[in-house]
Structures are given as structure tokens and as C-alpha cells.
């Protein structure tokens, strides 16, 4: 299991740009898939982006494609999120999630495949 923090959240106007970071515990980052999710009050949690534990295969959302951009740095046991173009539709609770898998050229999406998620951090987005 992995212990995961995320930083960086905030509020910023429609237009601007975010980076999310996420710090990971453990010796073992590189056997994780990272993912991205959100969610907003009233609403389900949702997949946001990931990357393969290589990190060389990532997957979006389509309501953030061409905007957010996710990375990993296995030496430092980092993940990022850059949110450009921010939207207030993307004002949400933003969590970390990893899910270790065997394969590491996949991206896994589904919310309930990740066993660990870190505590959230709040991204606020005014009009």
C-alpha cells in the first residue's frame, strides 16, 4: 500500500492554470498506475487523467483533453496534474489515486480499481 498527499489546489479565475502535485510514499512508485479524479458536491467521483507506470501511456477525460496534462517522476515519487484553461466546471475536490499493476504500459480509469487515494485537495474556479 502507498500513501499518497496532494498539494497545490487553490482558487484561480476561468482562464487560468493550476498544477496538482502528488507525493507518494514507499519504495515501490513504480509499480503504481497513477490516476487523477475529482468530484464535486452532488456528483459522482470521476476520472479526470492517468498514467502507466512507465509513464509513457496517459488517458484523459474528454472534458479536460487539451487542457490538463498529467506526468510522473519515478526518482522523486511524483505525479502531476497542469490545469490550463481552467473552466468553473472544473471546480472540485481533486484527488490522487494509485493501482498497482502488473503491465506497465496501461492506464486504468475506473475509480474502483484504485485501492489507495490520497486525502483531496480543493480547486476552486470563479467566472
Known amino acids: 500500500q502507498v500513501q499518497l498527499v496532494e498539494s497545490g489546489g487553490g482558487l484561480v479565475q476561468a482562464g487560468g492554470s493550476l498544477r496538482l502535485s502528488c507525493a507518494a510514499s514507499?519504495?515501490?512508485?513504480?509499480?503504481?498506475?497513477m490516476g487523477w479524479f475529482r468530484q464535486a458536491p452532488g456528483k459522482e467521483r470521476e476520472f479526470v487523467g492517468g498514467?502507466?507506470?512507465?509513464?509513457?501511456?496517459?488517458n484523459y477525460a474528454n472534458s479536460v483533453k487539451g487542457r490538463f496534462t498529467i506526468s510522473r517522476d519515478n526518482a522523486e515519487n511524483t505525479v502531476t496534474l497542469q490545469m490550463n484553461n481552467l473552466k468553473p466546471e472544473d471546480t472540485a475536490v481533486y484527488y490522487c489515486?494509485?493501482?498497482?499493476?502488473?503491465?506497465?504500459?496501461?492506464?486504468?480509469?475506473?475509480?474502483?480499481?484504485?485501492?489507495?487515494w490520497g486525502q483531496g485537495t480543493q480547486v476552486t474556479v470563479s467566472s
Open positions: 514507499g519504495r515501490t512508485f513504480s509499480n503504481y498506475c
Open positions: 498514467i502507466s507506470r512507465s509513464g509513457g501511456m496517459t
Open positions: 489515486a494509485a493501482a498497482a499493476t502488473l503491465d506497465r504500459a496501461i492506464v486504468v480509469t475506473r475509480t474502483n480499481a484504485y485501492p489507495s
